[in-house]
């Protein structure tokens, strides 16, 4: 079996999405509207002709959404990956298909042909809790602090740091590396406290006490939480600041 083509492969972003695309001219679409909304780095697996090559681009690594557009094998692959991984899956289909089926197959949402921007950010907006780790009041400080340009220019430096930190943890993490681990949650506490994010910050603190402590199994399970909800949140602040 050919194993598929993706682009940033090896880019750990924390929060890119899969896209699972049989459509070359759908696939840089779609790629084109996740970048609009501050999804720098979505990892593309292409020219997948069946569900097992699907199954084989998701291996690659846990991704927290895969967007499914693989005409009519979409079903077949949202069972085979929903029965393999706990990522939230959108399918991208046409106005014929039974939405119904779409669900029993494991699809968390539906996105009708034509994408539009709007369409997508609402269905990745809908699978998490934006009050989470989003302060509306730290954010309309910050705004009130900075114009424009200079909001989207402290959102972006917090952005260029994710993919850094990111493959700082998964290096950190597989050479069993605690003392590189509690440097990564310790620089991540900071972009947290900037940005109000009060619960994420306190997580950082466990992560970075467990790691210092040689407490690997806390170590590891908070700080992978840290890095899956900074990644979404710095995502939300990329489109929150893109609207100001």
Known sequence: MTRPSTANENADTGFAPLLLSGDRLS????????????????????EI??????????????????????GSATVAALRQIAARSSARLIAVVGAADDEAVL?????????????????????????HDKAADFDAETWADLRRL???T?????????????????QRHAAAVAANDLRTLASVVHTLRGTCLQFG??????????AEQAAQSGDTATALSASAELIERHGRLVALLLREAADD
């Not at 679409?29 to 780095?41: F, K, V, W």
């Not at 909001?151 to 990111?166: F, K, T, Y």
Request: hydrophobic share 55%; net charge negative.
């Open 103 to 127: 669900h029993a197959a494991g699809a968390a949402a539906v996105l009708r042909r034509p994408v539009t921007l709007a369409s997508l950010a609402a269905v990745l907006d809908a699978g």
């Open 146 to 148: 900075y114009s424009g």
């Open 27 to 46: 696939c840089r679409l779609l790629a084109m509207l996740l970048g609009r909304l501050g999804y720098p780095s979505v990892s593309i697996a292409s």
């Open 49 to 70: 002709d069946s569900a097992l090559e699907a199954l084989e681009a998701l291996a690659c690594r846990a991704y927290p959404c895969v967007l499914v557009d693989l």
């Open 197 to 206: 994010a009060a619960d994420l910050a306190q997580l950082a603190s466990r």
């Open 150 to 166: 200079g909001l989207r220019e402290l959102v972006a430096a917090a952005a260029a740091e994710v993919p850094i930190q990111g």
